[in-house]
Each structure stands twice: as structure tokens, then as C-alpha cells.
């Protein structure tokens, strides 16, 4: 049994605490846990009384929404630039391979250096190769192999960022404010995910692929501006912690030690390589299936769309589905997915490409989010860095080596083969998905 208390301490009334937090992990972990599951005035109002958590919190939205904007037209920029859904396959694995290879050290670092540096660093990294991925694409015949290239750095930067930042929400806000953080922080990924694919259509269409990565360059600088403006406490570490090798693969000995979070990366991991490849084929599936080019306002309104609903999803945790069991949700949410993923793959005509989408993206942050609140349920916040690091890897790293095979497969076959195997492993997850605690499914066997 791990040690579930943390070093005392208290938190300063801007949401600077001077030490690490006084509490114990299971508070953090009610925090997060009612965070996702409570979506109200109060708590929100609460946490954005705190100026730490305000300064940061408009800074990432502003970053995140940049990131969004270059990813999407990314892709887009890359099928038009090839036509070929092997290479589209490729730029997914360049921006988001990176978390598989450098998720763990991201996770090391989070829990071994100053945070804020961390992510300053890597914030000047990803911008300095934004303006590198602006430069080839202004070209009249940008280098294929330079694209990829700076693609990947920028994904490099961005992976070894994730778990950092995940890990700094804790220090920004007193305890009592943390679940009206963490809502708002979920709230900010979808915001962005909606407000960047329609900003990128937009420019895209209007002026070009190069002036949105310039675009997104600038954009960082609202993150780095954010983090020299905080203060966050010291990292103690025990004399008895792992170093090394050892401390960055810590995250790994959690998950197997732990029945329930092996599990939850287990799904999270067969998730996001057979159902998630949708995502990174999404040019191919809007020109061959509902036929709206790649480059065009209706594609960044179709992406949007999908947005909007992945907003709905996770905030339907925090209201709808509150007070029901989150291992049930899981399950329905996948079973959502399973049913309009197929739609989607099936239909053929534009006009009910956005409303199947629209729910499909409810249903896929409906499951995401409860399954990663369940997770944070059950972690010890001294190693949260180095799992939360694992996650990242499973459901943001698969998602590119998914999509190199998507590509194959969509090359020699249809694009629709790929997103009819992706509905039928999320069905199969439906029952594979049980993260109820090992006594309570022995309970639940022996009275059935």
C-alpha cells in the first residue's frame, strides 16, 4: 500500500502556495475527481479569483488555441500538398510520436525541476520550430522530409511540456479552489479544440498554411509571459526516491502495480491506436466521404463542429452525470462512441456529416474524460508527474503509430475500413472497460 499523505503545508490567498499543498492525496485526488464531476458558478468563480491561476489559465488558453489551429491545418496542408493519406499518416506520427518516445522523461522532469522553467523552455523550443514549419511552408515546393522534421521537434517540445504542466494546477490554487480549477482547465482544451480548427480553416483558406504556423509561433509567447509572472513552491525530494532511470520509469511500476490504472492504459492505450485513427485520416474522410475539400471553411466548421461536441461531453460529466457511477459512464459513453463512429464511416452526405459528428464528439470526451477520471481517482500525487507521463503516452502516443497504419490500410483499401475497425474495438472496450476496484467485481460475481 502506497503512502497516501503528503508534506504539510498551506497556500497563500493569490493561489501561491509557499510549500507543497497541505493536504492529503486524497484530497488532491477528491479535488480532481469532483473537478471533473462538479461544472458550477461557485467553484469556477472561486478558482478565478486566484490571480496564479488566472494569469496561467488565459495564457494556455491562448497557447492551446494556437496549437490546435496548426495541427488541424497540418494535416489539411499535408494532403494537399501530396495527396496521400500514407503522408498525411506520417505529419500525424511527426506532431504526435513525440509523446510516446518523450513522455516519461517530461514526466521525470516534472517531478525532479522547477516547473515554470520547464515549460518556458519548451514553449521557446516549440515557437522557435513554428517559425521553421512557417518558412518551409511559404516555399513554393516546401521539402517533405523538412516539414516532418520540424513537425516533430515542435511535437517534441509539446510532449516533453505535457506532463509538466498537467503537475503545476496543484500549486496554483489553494486546495479548496482546486475542483473549479480543474473544470476550467478541461474546459479550456475543448475550447481551444473548437475555437483553433475554425480560426485555422479560416486563415488557411484565406492567406495560407505559413501564416497560421507564424501565427501559432506568436501564441507562445502568451505561455512563457504566463509562467514569469508566477511563482510556484520548490520540489522537495525524499532521500529515499528513485533516480535515474529508475525515476523516470517509475510511472510504468505504478501501472503494474495497480490493477485498476493498468487497466484504464490498457483501454486508453486500444482506445486511441484502432478508434482514434479517424483523427489523423480526417482531410481524407471530409474530400472522399462527404465531400468538403481540405482546404475550405466547411473543413474547419466540420473539426469545429467535432469540437463542440467533445465540449459537451466533458462538461456533461460534471453536470449530467455527476452523481452516477463514473466505471458505468465509461461504459455507455463507449458504447455512444462505438454506434456514431460506424455512422460516420457510413454516411456519404455533408449535412448529416456534422450533426453524427457532433454527437460522436460528445460521446469520445465523454469516455476520455471519465476514464481519466478515474485514473486520477487512484494515483499518489508524489508519482502523479511520472503516471500522468505513462497516460500521455498511451493515449497520445498510439495515436500516430494508429495512424502510419491507418495510412497504409487507407492506401490499399478505403478510408471507411479504418473507421469501421475503430467502432468495432470500442464496442469490444465496452465490456473490457470494467474499472471497478478488484473487491467490488469479486462482490459483484459472487452475489450474481
Given at each position: 500500500m502506497l503512502d497516501?499523505?503528503?508534506?504539510?503545508?498551506?497556500?497563500?490567498?493569490?493561489?501561491?502556495?509557499?510549500?507543497?499543498?497541505?493536504?492529503?492525496?486524497?484530497?488532491?485526488?477528491?479535488?480532481?475527481?469532483?473537478?471533473?464531476?462538479?461544472?458550477?458558478?461557485?467553484?469556477i468563480r472561486s478558482a478565478l479569483r486566484n490571480r496564479q491561476f488566472r494569469i496561467?489559465?488565459?495564457?494556455?488558453?491562448?497557447?492551446n488555441t494556437g496549437n490546435w489551429m496548426q495541427n488541424v491545418v497540418m494535416a489539411a496542408f499535408a494532403y494537399n500538398l501530396t495527396g496521400s493519406a500514407g503522408y498525411v499518416g506520417l505529419v500525424t506520427f511527426a506532431q504526435l510520436g513525440p509523446q510516446l518516445l518523450f513522455s516519461l522523461v517530461g514526466g521525470a522532469l516534472a517531478d525532479t525541476f522547477d516547473r515554470r522553467k520547464v515549460i518556458v523552455v519548451m514553449a521557446v523550443w516549440q515557437m522557435a520550430f513554428s517559425v521553421v514549419l512557417a518558412v518551409l511552408a511559404g516555399r513554393d515546393d516546401p521539402s517533405r522530409v523538412g516539414l516532418?522534421?520540424?513537425v516533430f521537434l515542435v511535437g517534441s517540445g509539446h510532449a516533453l511540456q505535457n506532463p509538466t504542466f498537467a503537475s503545476l494546477l496543484p500549486n496554483l490554487v489553494p486546495r479548496r479552489d482546486l475542483s473549479g480549477a480543474i473544470a476550467l482547465n478541461s474546459a479550456n482544451m475543448n475550447v481551444s479544440?473548437?475555437?483553433?480548427?475554425?480560426?485555422?480553416?479560416?486563415?488557411?483558406?484565406?492567406?495560407?498554411?505559413?501564416?497560421?504556423?507564424?501565427l501559432n509561433a506568436v501564441t507562445y509567447v502568451f505561455i512563457i509571459v504566463a509562467m514569469l509572472r508566477i511563482r510556484v513552491p520548490r520540489l522537495h525530494r525524499g532521500s529515499d526516491e528513485a533516480t535515474g532511470l529508475r525515476r523516470v520509469l517509475e510511472g510504468f511500476a505504478v501501472v503494474r502495480r495497480d490493477p485498476v490504472i493498468r487497466r484504464a492504459v490498457?483501454?486508453?492505450?486500444?482506445?486511441?491506436?484502432?478508434?482514434?485513427?479517424?483523427?489523423?485520416?480526417?482531410?481524407?474522410?471530409?474530400e472522399e466521404n462527404f465531400a468538403?475539400?481540405?482546404?475550405?471553411?466547411?473543413?474547419?466548421?466540420?473539426?469545429?463542429?467535432?469540437?463542440?461536441?467533445a465540449l459537451a461531453g466533458a462538461l456533461s460529466i460534471g453536470s449530467v452525470f455527476a452523481n452516477r457511477p463514473m466505471e458505468r459512464v465509461l461504459r455507455w459513453s463507449l458504447a455512444g462512441f462505438a454506434v456514431f463512429l460506424a455512422a460516420y464511416g457510413l454516411v456519404r452526405a455533408a449535412p448529416l456529416a456534422y450533426p453524427i459528428g457532433l454527437v460522436l464528439g460528445f460521446f469520445y470526451f465523454a469516455a476520455v474524460t471519465s476514464l481519466s477520471t478515474l485514473l486520477q481517482h487512484r494515483l499518489d500525487d508524489r508519482v502523479r508527474g511520472r503516471v500522468l507521463a505513462v497516460w500521455m503516452m498511451a493515449f497520445g502516443g498510439t495515436v500516430p503509430i494508429g495512424g502510419l497504419v491507418a495510412g497504409w490500410v487507407v492506401e490499399r483499401t478505403d478510408v471507411t475500413v479504418i473507421v469501421m475497425v475503430g467502432a468495432v474495438v470500442a464496442a469490444f472496450l465496452v465490456w473490457f472497460a470494467d474499472l471497478r476496484d478488484p473487491a467490488d467485481r469479486e462482490r459483484a460475481t459472487a452475489l450474481s
Open positions: 497516501r499523505r503528503l508534506p504539510p503545508d498551506d497556500a497563500s490567498g493569490d493561489g501561491a502556495p509557499e510549500h507543497q499543498p497541505g493536504y492529503t492525496a486524497e484530497d488532491v485526488e477528491d479535488a480532481l475527481v469532483d473537478g471533473d464531476r462538479t461544472v458550477t458558478g461557485s467553484p496561467v489559465y488565459v495564457g494556455s488558453i491562448l497557447s516532418l522534421i520540424a479544440r473548437i475555437i483553433g480548427p475554425a480560426i485555422g480553416g479560416l486563415l488557411y483558406a484565406g492567406v495560407g498554411a505559413q501564416w497560421v504556423f507564424l490498457a483501454t486508453v492505450t486500444l482506445f486511441s491506436f484502432f478508434s482514434l485513427t479517424f483523427l489523423t485520416q480526417m482531410p481524407v474522410i471530409a468538403i475539400p481540405a482546404k475550405s471553411t466547411a473543413y474547419g466548421v466540420l473539426y469545429a463542429v467535432f469540437g463542440v461536441g
